[in-house]
């Protein structure tokens, strides 16, 4: 029996983990897989409830648990709370006290959502890219980090600190995943200015000394953030620290279409992960059934594959949204301005996946 931790959230991530669980629910005894299912707050719910974003006992929930798959955090509500006490920290102090470092955020183009892109279709079209974040460093956690009052003016600081065991593991990551792929890894730094990307770049070549089959290329990080949207096809794997990492990430995911359809998953050392749509809360359309829930259930076909080892039952994930997206189904974010469909709530969208599972079966 696997267990799983359901960290929902808040504002969308409720809707669509429920989503993805019943999704999961019915995948699981098709591929003989047991799943237990646990339920425990995180971020702004969690705020209001226990005073903190990540209570101790839910972090212990987690350790215990085959794979966490989690929702969203954040929203206005809580805007106003000094950085300690935001719902992002209890995210960020989850990836960090699992040792989650390695954040791959796979961004490919079902074939039916070409047109749904910003970009022209011809652009677009075959785009599967996989970026490679370092999740626990950087800007993130360096200290010193705080604000203060120097000279009677308000000052700021946070620090971007890597050390080389930091850099070589997830290059390593990079480079595995890579020879799973077309053998191409991007390192993407700012090394003309920081000497953290200096760094980053001798430690990445290092790493690819032990891996001569993949080709190797730097790039620097505005330059890649147009190369994105310029020929986004040219991008197998991308390696990188945690900014450039959260910010080339939502651009990728962009570019195929909908944030509302990127998953992404959180590993260590210790085996266990944590699985999250790329997309936020969405406050905007919180609770009002029309978010998206395909990246929640993307991101559970993750959890089979990386945690269960479930190959099998994530394809069937797959091929379910990928045959619900061929049959023209769409919610409102995949729907292009001045476009008229009919589109679908996030509830209904699960049904349609549910149904091509059983298709499938
Ligand atoms: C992400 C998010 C988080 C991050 C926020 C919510 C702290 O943007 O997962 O990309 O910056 O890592
Ligand atoms: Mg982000």
Redesign the pocket.
């Known amino acids: 029996m696997h267990r799983i931790l359901l960290l929902p959230g808040d504002g969308i991530g409720p809707e669509v983990t429920r989503e993805a669980r019943r999704v999961l629910d019915a995948v699981a005894p098709r591929f003989g897989l047991e799943l237990a299912f646990d339920e425990e707050l995180i971020g702004g719910v969690s705020i209001d409830a226990r005073g903190t974003p990540l209570a101790d006992p839910v972090l212990e929930k987690a350790r215990a648990s085959r794979a966490v798959l989690l929702g969203a955090?954040?929203g206005p509500t809580w805007d106003a709370e000094p950085v300690d006490r935001r719902p992002?920290k209890g995210?960020?102090r989850i990836r960090k006290e699992l040792g989650l470092y390695a954040?791959l955020r796979p961004a490919s183009v079902f074939p039916a959502l070409a047109d749904a892109s910003p970009l022209r279709p011809e652009i677009v079209k075959g785009i599967d890219l996989l970026v490679v974040r370092e999740?626990t460093g950087g800007l993130?956690f360096g200290e010193p980090r705080g604000r203060a009052l120097v000279d009677g003016r308000r000052e700021a600081r946070n620090t971007m600190v890597y050390d080389e065991v930091e850099i070589a593991r997830i290059a390593r990551t990079a480079f595995e995943a890579a020879r799973l792929r077309r053998r191409h890894v991007t390192h993407v730094h700012k090394q003309n200015v920081l000497e953290v990307s200096q760094l980053w770049v001798q430690v990445v070549d290092e790493v690819a000394r032990e891996h001569p089959d993949v080709e190797l290329a730097h790039q620097l990080v505005d330059s890649c953030a147009m190369l994105l949207v310029k020929e986004p096809r040219r991008f197998d794997v991308i390696v990188t620290e945690?900014l450039f990492g959260?910010i080339l990430?939502?651009e990728a995911a962009m570019i195929t279409g909908s944030l509302g359809m990127l998953p992404?998953a959180s590993l260590g050392a210790g085996g266990l992960g944590l699985y999250?749509p790329?997309h936020?809360s969405a406050p905007d359309i919180a609770g009002r059934d029309i978010a998206n829930p395909l990246a929640a259930i993307l991101s559970g076909a993750m959890l089979l594959e990386h945690s269960l080892g479930a190959t099998d039952a994530a394809r069937a994930v797959r091929d379910a949204v990928s045959s619900v997206l061929e049959a023209g189904h769409r919610t409102a974010d995949l729907v292009l301005p001045g476009e008229s469909r009919p589109t679908l709530g996030c509830r209904a969208m699960g049904d349609r996946v549910l149904a091509a599972l059983g298709g499938l079966a």
């Open positions: 955090v954040g992002e995210l960020l954040n999740l993130y945690n959260d990430s939502d992404s999250e790329v936020g």
